[in-house]
């Protein structure tokens, strides 16, 4: 157990965001001192907001050391950042799938990098991939392309994060209720994984045991994938 991992802060990537904001939430309910980035929101330590682009290490590592310098070494960090472009491969336009992979893949590898020198040794990363790095869904060939490539990038990462006691988890959530699924008519959207179930999950993850270390864990609707 690592006293300043358990009590420093965590930084949500995506914070803004459907999942992001419901675990930033469920978070600070449990008492956690919790920091959101994302790239439309403004740099305010008093309200714990960062601005910070996944595709620019360099905007990473300022939010990193902002986040030190006012509340001690992060201990912890939750990725949920991203969309995603939605089209039958035939379609799939090839700077869709480019913008996909910079952000879930090449931002991932800056995350990780980042967050491997910055977390206090003993923290904790929950990585969101999705279902769709697992199974081959309908207009998900690019999305799903750049979640199965994050997702190995994360699976060798939770390996390698040893050497500094970094427990690394990556979770596939099936189909959640956000805005990622605005432009994508004909789901019923009220079958769908409530971001704060999915939020309670990351929490109880970032609590766990550290005795144990569970590195993938698939969520999916009560109903089971949609
Ligand atoms: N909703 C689902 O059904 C579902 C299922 C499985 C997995 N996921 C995954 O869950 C994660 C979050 O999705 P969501 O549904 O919560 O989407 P969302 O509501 O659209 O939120 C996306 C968040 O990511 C931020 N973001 C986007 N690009 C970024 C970048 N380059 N750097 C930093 N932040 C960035 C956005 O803010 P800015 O635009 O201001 O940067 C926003 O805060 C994604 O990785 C998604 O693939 C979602």
Redesign the pocket.
Known sequence: MNATADAGPVLV?????????AVAEALRARGRRCWT?????PDDPATRRVR????DRGSIDAALARIAAHDGPPGAAV??????HFAPVARLVPDALREDLE??VV?TLHLLGALHEALAEGGAIVV?????ACEPLGDCGG?GAA?AAQRMLVRVAAEEFRDRRLRVTLI??????????DGRPGFDRDR?LR?QAVARVIADLLEADREAHVTELTVLPPEGRL
């Open positions: 990537v995506g914070g803004s965001g459907g999942i992001g904001a980035g994302a790239r439309n929101l910070l682009d996944a595709r990725l949920a950042h991203g969309g995603g952000t879930h931002g969101v991939g999705s279902i769709a999305y979640k596939h959530p099936g189909a959640v209720d956000t805005a990622i699924w769908m971001p």
